[in-house]
């Protein structure tokens, strides 16, 4: 992989910014992208707010929803675990007949 930094231009909230980037810019834009409508969300639901307030606003769902995913993550690899332990169990038996 490349990491080598690049820049790429995005808008967010009618504000333009480049970004440096050793990803693909196609993600970086699409992540602009999602930020800028979840900010213009917000903004028109919330009606006369300021922009950091916006953006306070955002950051504070994301970050409700990536600890939702990390909780999710966290459920689904304690289920690996344990059928993975039940495999074990179910082979040692099965080895032992």
């Known amino acids: 992989m490349d990491s080598e930094r690049k820049?790429?231009?995005?808008?967010?909230?009618?504000?333009?910014?480049?970004?440096?980037?050793?990803?693909?810019?196609?993600?970086?834009?699409?992540?602009?992208?999602s930020v800028d409508e979840l900010m213009t969300?917000?903004?028109?639901?919330?009606?006369?707010?300021?922009?950091n307030r916006v953006a306070v606003l955002a950051c504070m769902h994301r970050a409700d929803?990536?600890?939702a995913m990390e909780r999710e993550l966290a459920a689904l690899k304690?289920?690996?675990?344990?059928?993975?332990?039940?495999?074990?169990?179910?082979?040692d038996k099965a080895a032992g007949s």
């Open 7 to 33: 820049p790429v231009r995005v808008t967010i909230f009618n504000q333009t910014l480049s970004l440096a980037s050793t990803g693909e810019p196609g993600e970086i834009e699409a992540l602009a992208h």
């Open 41 to 51: 969300s917000i903004a028109k639901k919330a009606g006369n707010m300021d922009s």
């Open 65 to 67: 929803r990536l600890r």
């Open 78 to 91: 304690d289920r690996v675990d344990s059928k993975a332990r039940e495999f074990s169990l179910l082979l």
